[in-house]
């Protein structure tokens, strides 16, 4: 601490400075890298006031990573704690062979909520898109405690159907058309398909054991025949609050089951975003986080 007063004494204006700094610093974004008891390690982007009232995880869907929540971690990072994870077999998390780890949706459940406890992140509220989605539920249905509410965006689990053309993406030989058309797939305005977003995904796919495991976790949670992981009718088990975001457009996952998963939950906080896909939070970034911090201002006060 820098002393200013007189003689070199600490004044009370010292003691504000350094207090703020190192607030400051506590709520910059940091990276933990936490070893689970299976030895594998998990990754997580950590920022917002280690104080804040409400803790915010945010779970990345197939083949994303922490960057999938670029665009809108900054509306929540002044207010909340926050925590975006890679997955399993994602980002800058471990890749093991699919022959010596669980990358069933409640095998990757029960390794995010070991590292949330480890980092003392609990309960938090979970924000999970697509696979995150059908994550974060899963989470909340198997450890409630860890749970203080729970958004589903474009989330998988919560009806059979799938577009058999995501399949094909994640079943073929990773390169960077494979990386464009996957993109494609996802956004309904083609101008969020950028030549860096591109490269991005392809080197992600290309990671050292990364192609393995994405396959190996669609091959656990998707079929032909769709999904094989159904938790609709478990909806009404939930004692949190729910919040379903969907894009109209979504050509992966039909909006309707957002309809199916309000008939399950007539609780549940619906909203269906008009002329957006698979991927809200990128392709309508300010709109998706005006309706999370709505829904965050209404929830009971922990």
């Known amino acids: 601490m820098e002393a200013t007063g007189p003689g070199g004494r600490i004044t009370s204006e010292d003691v504000e400075r350094a207090a703020e700094a190192a607030a400051a610093s506590a709520a910059a974004p940091q990276t933990e890298v936490v070893t689970l008891e299976d030895g594998t390690t998990l990754s997580a982007l950590l920022a ?16 994303g990573s922490t960057s999938t929540w670029a665009s809108v971690l900054g509306a929540f990072a002044e207010t909340y704690r926050i925590a975006a994870v890679d997955l399993p077999g994602h980002g800058a998390s471990d890749k093991p062979a699919p022959d010596a780890t669980d990358y069933s949706v409640a095998g990757i459940a029960t390794r995010v909520g ?26 909340a249905l198997d450890r409630p405690k860890l749970v203080r509410a729970l958004a589903l965006v474009n989330s998988a689990a919560l009806g059979t159907e799938i577009n058999g053309e995501l399949l094909d993406r994640v079943e073929s030989v990773p390169s960077r058309d494979e990386a464009r058309r996957l993109l494609e797939l996802f956004f309904q305005d083609r101008r969020f ?66 309809v199916a998963a309000l008939a399950a939950q007539p609780t549940a906080w619906v909203e269906i975003m008009e002329g957006v896909g698979h991927v809200p939070q990128v392709e309508a970034a300010p709109a998706f986080a005006a309706i999370v911090n709505r829904w965050l201002a209404s929830l009971p006060h922990p």
Do not use: C, Y
Not at 49 to 59: G, K, S
Not at 115 to 130: T, Y
């Open 48 to 63: 917002g006031p280690p104080d804040a009232t409400e803790t915010i995880v945010f779970l990345h869907g197939l083949g």
């Open 114 to 139: 070991e590292l949330l406890e480890k980092l003392e992140l609990v309960p938090a509220v979970l924000i999970g898109h697509s696979l995150g989605g059908a994550t974060a539920l899963q989470l």
């Open 193 to 258: 398909i950028l030549e860096r977003g591109i490269d991005e995904m392809d080197a992600a796919r290309n990671a050292p054991g990364a192609d393995a495991a994405v396959k190996a976790i669609a091959e656990s949670a998707f079929t032909r025949r769709g999904q094989n992981l159904v938790l609709t009718d478990r909806l009404g088990e939930l004692e949190v609050p729910l919040l379903v975001i969907w894009g109209e457009l979504d050509r992966v996952i039909p909006s309707t089951h957002a």
